[in-house]
């Protein structure tokens, strides 16, 4: 398996939403409160710093994220 590092802007990811899948089977439920929630927009929203998040692209069109749904 390749590895490869990628930094992406808010933006760049907003255009490839449809792309980006969180269903993966082994995924934990969401466990977050909606103030948070909330802030995570607002930090969309400003284009602030968001923490790193671990994705697989595996070829089949989907950018599917692996770590990142509990944060």
Not at 36 to 61: E, H, K, M, Q, T
Request: glycine share 4%.
């Amino acid at each position: 398996m390749k590895r490869s590092s990628i930094q992406r802007t808010t933006k760049s990811l907003l255009n490839m939403r449809e792309r980006i899948r969180f269903d993966l089977p082994f995924q934990r439920n969401s466990v977050w409160k909606n103030d948070r929630r909330s802030y995570l927009v607002d930090s969309v929203i400003r284009d602030r710093y968001i923490p790193n998040i671990l994705v697989w692209d595996n070829g089949d069109g989907y950018i599917w994220v692996i770590d990142g749904r509990q944060r």
